[in-house]
Structures are given as structure tokens and as C-alpha cells.
């Protein structure tokens, strides 16, 4: 009898999983592989920023700064995408009321989010591959494994910039607001901080403020990673900063984002 | 049903057969931030399983608050809204799975087509691609829409946008579907190919509907149960017929378009201007005597019996009339005290 329970409670978990996954995978699809295989035109906006400023730094640069800026333009790329989930976020709740939708469903908050942060990284793939793409064929003794290890990072500032774009979302009150904000963070985030060049080049006295960056950390490890020179003290503290902010930022969307309004 | 019976149940579906009502809602109130005046001021309703109810009001009058607070997505300022017996504060992972929401002016995704919409409404409640498929060719197909399944989206017309997002919602297989003025900017044959597949989900699925609606004629032809909502608080609710008979004495209407002045017909019942229309509200015998007039006067009037219209105009307006008149007296009472 008891073995029947387990059972049945087994089989009823599987369905709910497999239930759940069809939720990602339709709202991924439909939200950002669809579109994007639809209307193409739209990812030169993915790349135009990361690869400007690689652009500027490959032709006034040393080389070692267009290497340097790899790390950057990865970081930066999904960076972007992750924030760009507080405007999409935003546009679906107050201008396709989609959001309703959903609340009035059985989608939890955390499987909406995943979702259409996953349908944001979709486009931002083609950007990173071909950058990952550029680090194999430039930098020697980039290999499987290097490779592996910039996937986890890029997964970690993913979710971590897809957690302050779905915390936004939820706060703010129109979709001007909500390009503009991100717009903001985009720049905080992903062009001030020493994202497209080496922590050591900033004043000293700023270095404490850039360390409470998260996209800091993201660069400082694939730097490390494709075979730049690292403090070995400070990429142990990005290693254990990194996960932190991710959990953090997590956190703060899950517990403090507003599903029901008030 | 109170929500100390019903707490002790968040899942399970026999809580809602406990009782035939599927929604209780109880003296709520809601003030959105910044404003001093509330989108709901004390609403009462009850709402029978199984039922089409629709509730009627102005814009403004607080449908739309309603029901963002019965479908979880909004949090009420005090009172209590029950659905499925449970409480939307509490139990709002339980409700969710039991319902669906078609929202007002509610814009489907540009990129997508009418059929993607509608696949994407089941696969994310965990129908698989192939079933989902099926479904909704059956539903685009009730609701006139096969034909534009491939349409992305931004080239279909206001009315099959609206249609779609009515599919999106009925496709789903919830036991209570909320729909906020479903019909609006439809053309009449649209809406009647509307308000046909909500009968048959009520008559066929024994589904309960609740909408939201401008139109007095889809209240009257559609709804089971109705009620008329102003500035937040319910002015009255009950079949169409009961609310016809209950707050309206007159039982025909004479509209006048000629050859009588308002002030003589003052003296044959109610008199309400409806644009170029005189309407006189009256019974049998004073409609006989006008139409009897209008013959010697060759004049062209057209008698019906009254509809939910003149109820609303008449329970609408009095409340108007009632607000415009406290509103003389503050100002008066204002001047005098200053």
C-alpha cells in the first residue's frame, strides 16, 4: 500500500514537472525563438552595442584591450538581454495585458520569469556565440572546458539580471519608464564598471565601489578564464561574489516582486 | 459560505460543490493609491456555479476592479471575495488553476499569429503541442476565426483581435472564466457568434461565466444572473426579468420621434430623452392612449416593452440626479459657511 502511495505521489510530481515544462518551453518559444525566427531584422539590436565598443577598442586598442573587451561584450550582451526582460515584462503587462493572463493561470511568478528570461537569452545566443566563437579562434588553450566555465558564468549574471529586470517589471508603472530604467541600469551595469577593461586600471579608491558590481565579477572570471593575467585573491573574491549576487538578486525577485498588485 | 469553512480545504474541488456559489464577495472595498474616492465602496454579489452573470456599469463604476480582485491579480482594501469558496488572499494558487481571464482592451502579441495565441494559452496551463493543436482549431473555428489563424496578429482588425483573446480564454479547460467586455468593438454578427459559445460552455461544459459589458441588449439576451454596479457598489442584481420588474414600475415603452412635446407627454408616464427619441415610460392602457393620439395625429411611434436599458438609465440616472443634488447642497452649505 505504502509502495502504491509512493507511486502515485511519483507519478503526480512527474506530471506536474513535465506540466511546468511545457509552460517554459511555450512561453520561450512563442515570446522569443518565434519572433526572432520571424522577424530577424530585429537582433542587430542585440549586437549593436557590444560589438561598437568592441569595435572602437579592436581599431584604437591594443590587442590585449580587444581580448580584454571580449570579456566585456559577453557580459555585456547578456546583460542587456537579462534587463531587457523588465521593458518586455513591463510591454506584456500593461500594453497586452498578458500578465493578466497569466496571474489568472496556474504559471507561478517564478516559471513566467524563467521563461521569458530564457525567450531573452534566445536572442541574445547568436550575439554570444559568435563572440565565443572569436575567443576560440584568438585565444589559445581556450578549450572545452574554458568554454563550459564561461557558460556557467554567463548563466550566473543572467539570472542575476534577469532577477532585477523581473523585480522592476513588477514596480513600474509604464513601458517609458521601463525602457529608460533599464536603459539606466544598462549603462551602471555594463559600460561604467571595468566590464570592457581590467579592474586595475580604476583609482583605488573606486575599486571597493566597482567590487559591489555583480558584472564586475562576470568579466573578471572570463577574463580569467580565456587567459588573462588575474589577481588569483581577487578571482577567488569573484568566484564567491558572483554566485552571492545571483542568489541575492533572486531572492529579491522572488520574495519581493510584486505578483498581485496593491 | 464562510471562509472559516472553506480555509480548511485549498484544494480540493468537492469545497465548491458544498454550495452553488461559486463567488461570494462581501462588503469590498478597494481605494487605489493616490485617490480619496473608491473603485469599489461595499460590493456584495454572489455568483451561482454554473451561470452566465454579467455585470453592467459605466466605466468607472468598478467592473474591471472587481474583477482583478476575483481573478488574484489585485489586493482588495478591506472586505472579503470568495471563489471556489476560497479566499482570493489566501488560497490564490488553488483559484488559479480553476480559472480564466480574457482582460479588457487587452493587446494579443504582434509577432504571433491568432492560432500561436491560442496554443501558447494551453501549453502554458501543461496541455501538450499536439492536443493543444487540435484545440485550437476548434475554438478559432467557433469563434470565426479559422480563417485568420495564420494572420500574425498586428494585421488583424480590432474586433478578431478582441476574438482572440476571447479564444485564449475559453480554450482553456477552467471550471470559471472571466471575460471584461468581451464583445467590445465586435460587429453585431460577431458578437452573437460570441455570446452562442458562452451559452454552450455554460449549457454543454457547465462552465461559469462572468462578464463585463457596456451593452444592456448582451446582458439581457446572455445573462442568467446580472448585476447593475455604479460607483462601485451593486444598485441592483437578479435575472434580467426580476431586475426589469423590480426597479422599473413602467412595463412599455413609447418612443416618439414626432408630433408630441415632452411637457404633454409628461402627462402619459416618465419621460426620458434618448437622443431624437422621445421615450415615454408607461404601462398598456397610457401606451394605448398615445399610439390612439399618434393616429389622429399621424404621427409615428414605435411601443416595445421596456428593456434592462431603461432600468439602467433609470437606476443610473436617479443616482446621478442624487449625486448632482448632495453636491448643490455642499456647495451651498460651502458658500453659506464661508
Redesign the interface.
Known amino acids: 500500500m505504502w509502495e502504491l502511495v509512493q507511486l502515485v505521489k511519483g507519478e503526480l510530481m512527474l506530471q506536474s514537472v513535465?506540466?511546468?515544462l511545457?509552460?517554459v518551453?511555450?512561453?520561450a518559444y512563442?515570446?522569443g525563438v518565434?519572433?526572432m525566427i520571424?522577424?530577424p531584422t530585429l537582433l542587430p539590436f542585440v549586437f549593436a552595442t557590444p560589438f561598437t565598443i568592441l569595435f572602437i577598442l579592436f581599431v584604437a586598442g591594443e590587442r590585449t584591450a580587444f581580448v580584454s573587451g571580449l570579456a566585456g561584450a559577453i557580459t555585456m550582451t547578456v546583460t542587456q538581454q537579462g534587463l531587457f526582460l523588465g521593458s518586455d515584462l513591463t510591454s506584456?503587462k500593461i500594453?497586452?495585458?498578458?500578465q493578466?493572463?497569466?496571474?489568472?493561470?496556474?504559471?507561478?511568478p517564478l516559471t513566467y520569469m524563467f521563461s521569458v528570461a530564457i525567450s531573452e537569452l534566445a536572442f541574445a545566443a547568436p550575439a554570444v556565440a559568435v563572440l565565443l566563437a572569436i575567443i576560440s579562434y584568438s585565444m589559445e588553450g581556450v578549450g572545452l572546458l574554458a568554454l563550459l566555465q564561461i557558460l556557467f558564468i554567463i548563466l550566473l549574471i543572467w539570472v542575476t539580471t534577469s532577477s532585477i529586470g523581473f523585480f522592476l517589471s513588477t514596480y513600474v508603472l509604464n513601458t517609458r519608464s521601463a525602457f529608460l530604467t533599464v536603459a539606466f541600469i544598462s549603462i551602471i551595469l555594463s559600460v561604467l564598471p571595468p566590464v570592457f577593461y581590467p579592474i586595475s586600471l580604476l583609482p583605488a579608491q573606486l575599486r571597493p565601489l566597482a567590487e559591489l558590481i555583480p558584472t564586475t565579477h562576470a568579466s573578471i572570471l572570463i577574463r580569467s578564464v580565456i587567459g588573462l593575467p588575474t589577481d588569483q585573491f581577487q578571482m577567488l573574491v569573484s568566484w564567491v561574489a558572483l554566485p552571492a549576487f545571483t542568489l541575492a538578486f533572486l531572492s529579491l525577485a522572488l520574495l519581493e516582486a510584486r505578483w498581485?498588485?496593491? | 459560505m464562510s471562509r472559516l469553512q472553506t480555509s480548511s480545504c485549498p484544494t480540493d474541488r468537492s469545497c465548491s460543490a458544498l454550495s452553488s456559489q461559486i463567488i461570494k464577495v462581501s462588503q469590498l472595498v478597494k481605494y487605489y493609491?493616490k485617490s480619496s474616492v473608491p473603485a469599489l465602496d461595499g460590493l456584495d454579489l454572489d455568483v451561482n456555479e454554473g451561470r452566465i452573470f454579467t455585470l453592467l456599469g459605466r466605466n468607472g463604476a468598478g467592473k474591471t476592479t472587481f474583477l482583478?480582485i476575483a481573478?488574484?491579480?489585485?489586493?482588495p482594501t478591506s472586505g472579503s471575495v470568495s471563489v471556489f469558496g476560497l479566499d482570493v488572499l489566501k488560497h490564490?494558487?488553488a483559484i488559479?488553476?480553476r480559472?480564466?481571464?480574457?482582460?479588457?482592451?487587452?493587446?494579443?502579441?504582434w509577432?504571433?499569429d491568432a492560432k500561436?495565441h491560442v496554443?501558447?494559452?494551453l501549453?502554458?496551463?501543461?496541455?501538450?503541442y499536439s492536443q493543444a493543436v487540435d484545440k485550437a482549431k476548434k475554438v478559432l473555428e467557433t469563434l470565426e476565426l479559422s480563417e485568420v489563424e495564420n494572420v500574425?496578429s498586428e494585421d488583424l482588425s480590432g474586433g478578431l483581435r478582441q476574438r482572440v483573446l476571447v479564444a485564449?480564454?475559453i480554450a482553456?479547460d477552467a471550471e470559471l472564466i472571466?471575460l471584461d467586455e468581451p464583445t467590445i468593438g465586435l460587429d453585431p454578427l460577431s458578437r452573437r457568434r460570441v455570446w452562442d459559445e458562452l451559452i454552450r460552455l455554460k449549457k454543454e461544459e457547465a462552465r461559469t461565466i462572468v462578464l463585463t459589458t457596456h451593452y444592456m441588449d448582451e446582458a439581457e439576451v446572455i445573462s442568467d444572473e446580472l448585476a447593475i454596479v455604479d460607483k462601485g457598489r451593486v444598485l441592483a442584481r437578479g435575472t434580467p426579468a426580476d431586475v426589469r420588474a423590480k426597479h422599473l414600475s413602467a412595463r412599455i415603452r413609447v418612443d416618439v420621434t414626432k408630433g408630441f412635446s415632452a411637457e404633454e407627454l409628461q402627462t402619459y408616464g416618465r419621460v426620458v430623452h434618448a437622443g431624437n427619441i422621445i421615450r415615454v415610460l408607461t404601462d398598456e392602457t397610457k401606451a394605448q392612449e398615445i399610439s390612439n393620439e399618434a393616429l389622429k395625429r399621424k404621427a409615428t411611434i414605435a411601443i416595445s416593452p421596456v428593456t434592462l436599458d431603461d432600468v439602467f438609465v433609470e437606476l443610473v440616472g436617479s443616482e446621478i440626479d442624487r449625486d448632482s443634488e448632495n453636491n448643490n447642497d455642499v456647495g451651498a452649505r460651502s458658500i453659506g459657511e464661508r
Open positions: 513535465r506540466k511546468t511545457r509552460t518551453a511555450a512561453l512563442y515570446l518565434l519572433p520571424r522577424i506584456l500594453e497586452h495585458k498578458f493578466s493572463i497569466v496571474v489568472a493561470s496556474p504559471v507561478s498581485r498588485e496593491s | 493609491r482583478r481573478t488574484t491579480q489585485l489586493s490564490a494558487k488559479r488553476k480559472i480564466a481571464i480574457a482582460p479588457q482592451e487587452g493587446r494579443p502579441l509577432t504571433l500561436d496554443i501558447l494559452a501549453m502554458m496551463r501543461g496541455v501538450g500574425h485564449m480564454a482553456c472571466f
